[in-house]
C-alpha cells in the first residue's frame, strides 16, 4: 500500500482496546503521527464504523479490533507486513471483537447477518494484502447458520461482557451482585440485544416475536447468571484503569473527547 497518508485511528475513550492502542502510541511517542476520531460524536462521522479502535488510511479499511499498538507503529514506519493466516478466521474473531456486529450476528442466530465488506477489509488488512474480501464475505453469507454454530459459545461469551459491562455503565457503576442476578432473565438481555444490534428498525428480523435467537439468548442468561458476578469485577477493573490513567485521559481531553459531566 503506498504511503503519504495519515492513519486514522477510530476510538471510544472507554474501550479497553482503544486505550491499549492509544496508550502503546504515547508510550513510544508516536501519537502525533495519527489522527483519533471520537466515535461518540456519530453524526459527525459520516461514514460506517464497526468496531472500535477502526484504522484508515485515507478511504481504506485497514484494520480493527483485534489490533495490535506493533501493528499500527508497523503501518506509522511503513514496515507493515501482516500475516493473516486463515480469513475466514480471521474475520471471525474481527465479528467477536465488535459489539455490533456480534450483536447482529447472536440476534439472529447467524453470521451472514454482520458480513460486512468493511469488517472483512479491517481483518483481512485487505489493502495490505490483497487478500479477496469479496470471496470471504460470500463463504460468511452462504454458510451463516454453521459457522454461528461452531462458535456460539464465543459469541454467548463476549455478549455476555457487553451486556455486564453496560450494566455497570447504566447503574453508575453501583450494579452488585443481587442486581446482576435479577438482571439475567432472558427478556432483559433479549430487550437489551435488540436495542444493541438495531438502529431503528435496521438490523432487526423481520418479525422478532418469532425470529429473535431465544437459543442463543438463553444461552447469554445462563452466563450471566453463573459467571456475572467474575465479569463484572472484570469490567470494573478495566474501566478504573483506564479512567484513573491521567497520560491518556488528558491527551484524549486536549483531542476534544469529553470525559468530564
Known amino acids: 500500500m503506498s504511503g503519504g497518508e495519515r492513519l486514522k485511528v477510530y476510538a471510544h475513550a472507554s474501550c479497553y482496546s482503544s486505550y491499549s492502542l492509544i496508550r502503546y502510541l504515547l508510550e513510544r511517542g508516536l501519537a502525533d503521527s495519527i489522527d483519533v476520531v471520537d466515535v461518540s460524536r456519530v453524526s ?3 461514514e460506517l464504523i464497526l ?16 489490533v495490535s499498538g506493533e501493528e499500527v507503529e508497523a503501518m506509522i514506519r511503513g514496515s507493515y507486513k501482516p500475516s493473516i493466516g486463515d480469513p475466514l478466521r480471521a474475520f471471525v474473531e474481527t465479528l467477536l471483537s465488535s459489539s455490533y456486529a456480534s450483536s447482529i450476528a447472536l440476534l439472529h442466530g447467524d453470521l451472514a447477518y454482520a458480513a ?16 479477496d474480501v469479496a470471496e470471504v464475505v ?3 453469507r452462504v454458510n451463516g447458520r454453521s ?13 455476555s461482557v457487553n451486556y455486564v459491562r453496560d450494566l455497570y455503565w447504566a447503574s453508575g457503576g453501583l450494579v452488585g451482585e443481587e442486581e446482576l442476578r435479577r438482571r439475567a432473565d432472558e427478556t432483559s438481555i433479549l430487550s437489551w440485544l435488540i436495542a444493541k444490534a438495531g438502529i431503528g428498525r435496521v438490523g432487526l428480523p423481520g418479525n422478532p416475536l418469532v425470529l429473535a435467537n431465544r437459543e442463543g439468548v438463553r444461552l447469554v442468561s445462563s452466563i450471566v447468571e453463573s459467571e456475572g458476578y467474575r465479569i463484572l469485577d472484570r469490567v470494573r477493573r478495566e474501566q478504573e484503569t483506564i ?8 491527551y484524549m ?8 459531566a
Open 44 to 46: 459527525d462521522l459520516g
Open 51 to 66: 468496531s472500535v479502535p477502526w484504522v484508515k488510511i485515507g478511504y481504506s479499511v485497514v484494520a480493527a479490533d483485534p
Open 116 to 131: 460486512f465488506k468493511e469488517l472483512v477489509e479491517a481483518s483481512l488488512r485487505a489493502p495490505f494484502t490483497g487478500l
Open 138 to 140: 460470500r463463504v460468511v
Open 147 to 159: 459457522l454461528y454454530e461452531e462458535v456460539e459459545l464465543k459469541l454467548a461469551k463476549v455478549i
Open 243 to 250: 479512567f484513573k490513567d491521567m497520560l491518556y485521559t488528558s
Open 253 to 260: 481531553e486536549s483531542l476534544g473527547f469529553k470525559l468530564k
